[in-house]
């Protein structure tokens, strides 16, 4: 049973261009959520979105930030005109379904992104 | 979200008992309290999680205070490759979540 997957796993863009990462969850999981993590700092949520649907996305920010998970293929967080501030990791997370409060999450190796 | 304290970093001795704790005193009755685990140049892991009772599993052990107000993750043998971060955090009313800067655990052989 493959975990998730995500693509690219290294991914480097000059500034203004646009940059597309994909994540597949884990078979059986239809909720998708996407962290990011800055260098040197911790995990910070972005946004989450069940099959065609975005749940939450107080993490996104306002301008440039997108993210679908279309009813078939992977999940997409789209950056466009990148900046040198958008060089993080960002990782990818599925869970199977919400059940009160107890929701386990797994994570993605995650795409390392560098704005040259 | 509630928010959680731990200490920065924590050494260990390989094979010896590694007790991490967490203060979480605004924790409300709903909050589950998860404990996440990032080894280096990989995504975070779950370890293990709880609400009002003491659990164990295969990787850790998790004891939570009579108040609530904090937790302690328990690794009973620590061995090298147990050395990450470890995230304590509260989950409840939403499905996000909220990374502190969690605790550097260092392993010695």
């Known amino acids: 049973n493959a975990g998730v997957m995500q693509n690219p796993r290294h991914l480097v863009r000059r500034r203004g261009q646009e940059a597309r990462l994909r994540c597949s969850p884990m078979?059986?999981?239809?909720?998708v959520y996407w962290y990011r993590q800055l260098p040197e700092e911790g995990l910070k949520f972005m946004v989450y979105?069940?099959?065609?649907?975005?749940?939450?996305e107080s993490g996104m920010p306002k301008e440039r930030f997108s993210a679908e998970f279309p009813k078939e293929g992977p999940s997409i967080l789209r950056i466009q005109q990148v900046v040198r501030g958008d060089s993080a990791a960002y990782f990818c997370?599925?869970?199977?379904?919400?059940?009160?409060?107890?929701?386990?999450?797994?994570f993605g190796p995650g795409t390392r992104l560098t704005v040259l | 979200d509630a928010k959680t304290t731990q200490p920065n970093s924590m050494e260990s001795n390989e094979e010896e008992p590694v007790h991490l704790p967490c203060n979480h005193s605004t924790i409300s009755g709903t909050d589950y309290i998860h404990w996440y685990r990032q080894l280096p140049s990989q995504g975070p892991e779950y370890v293990i999680h709880?609400?009002?009772s003491n659990v164990n599993n295969r990787m850790a052990s998790l004891a939570i205070a009579e108040d609530r107000k904090s937790s302690t993750l328990i690794l009973h043998r620590a061995t090298l490759r147990d050395a990450a971060v470890y995230y304590c955090?509260?989950?409840?009313?939403?499905?996000?979540?909220?990374f502190g800067k969690g605790t550097k655990l260092t392993v010695n052989p």
């Open positions: 997370a599925s869970s199977r379904r919400v059940t009160g409060g107890y929701n386990e999450q797994f």
């Open positions: 078979k059986g999981h239809s909720h």
């Open positions: 979105l069940q099959k065609e649907n975005i749940i939450d």
């Open positions: 955090i509260l989950q409840g009313g939403s499905e996000k979540l909220v």
């Open positions: 709880g609400l009002t």
